[in-house]
């Protein structure tokens, strides 16, 4: 896991104070680089910041964790994360959750941890549903499926090749009963939370729940919600 270490510090938290990078007192330490982040992401439409008084460091933003789903917001996700990222020299961890019941695929020495590792973020679509960008499962009419099932591995290798070459970045594929209590559990190892916006309806909703709203509510550092100008889905149809 490459979230903070458990005095909220780095390694090189020092250089980064030498190099004068850090904000002035009182700059909001989120906003900035998210908004420089959407300004210089194309396929994100929109981004919205949640639980900005959740920021626990008060300097930067050192480790990011990337919720990876199949639906249509996932690429515009996993590009603003990385914008991100480069604006604040953090570490991306790209995070998957499959149900409980469903195999988890040993580690290959490629990054992807098995079922003890950290837990991860978007479910994986199954047989009769699929999952959206917040890695609820939800009915088929509530939500963009695939044809047929996409495995969390993946996703995660779709993830890592959006990413271009991209260095400072891990992958997570774990199990869990919920996405949204894995990424709230991990979430205090992090300095912020990337998500896609949901994309279940209203009766999806109230069936399922959505993930994003429950990680917007419950995770310890502020969430940042992500909305595609357009279909960007990692996986194609």
Do not use: K
Not at 59 to 74: F, K, M, Q, Y
Not at 107 to 121: F, N
Not at 210 to 237: F, H, L, M
């Amino acid at each position: 896991m490459n979230g903070r270490d458990a005095d909220g510090g780095t390694a090189d938290d020092a250089a980064v104070e030498t190099a004068g990078t850090a904000p002035d007192p009182g700059e909001p330490i989120v906003e900035r680089p998210v908004g420089e982040a959407i300004a210089a992401t194309a396929t994100a439409a929109h981004a919205r910041i949640e639980g900005t008084d959740r920021v626990s460091r008060g300097d930067r933003v050192a480790s990011i964790l990337v919720a990876v789903g199949p639906g249509p917001h996932s690429g515009a996700t996993v590009d603003l994360a990385r914008a991100v990222a480069e604006t604040t020299d953090a570490w991306l961890d790209l995070f998957h959750v499959v149900p409980e019941d469903e195999p988890t695929p040993e580690s290959d020495g490629s990054g992807s941890r098995g079922g003890d590792a950290p837990a991860d973020s978007a479910g994986e679509a199954t047989a009769g549903t699929a999952t959206s960008d917040d890695g609820a499962a939800t009915s088929a009419d509530g939500a963009a499926a695939a044809s047929s099932p996409t495995t969390g591995d993946d996703l995660l290798s779709a993830a890592c090749d959006r990413l271009d070459g991209f260095e400072r970045a891990d992958r997570w594929l774990v199990e869990d009963q919920r996405a949204a209590d894995a990424i709230i559990e991990q979430s205090p190892y992090y300095d912020l939370v990337v998500v896609g916006e949901t994309t279940t309806g209203t009766v999806g909703r109230f069936v399922f729940g959505s993930t994003t709203e429950t990680v917007v509510e419950e995770a310890a550092v502020p969430v940042v919600v992500v909305e595609a100008d357009g279909p960007t889905p990692i996986v194609g149809d």
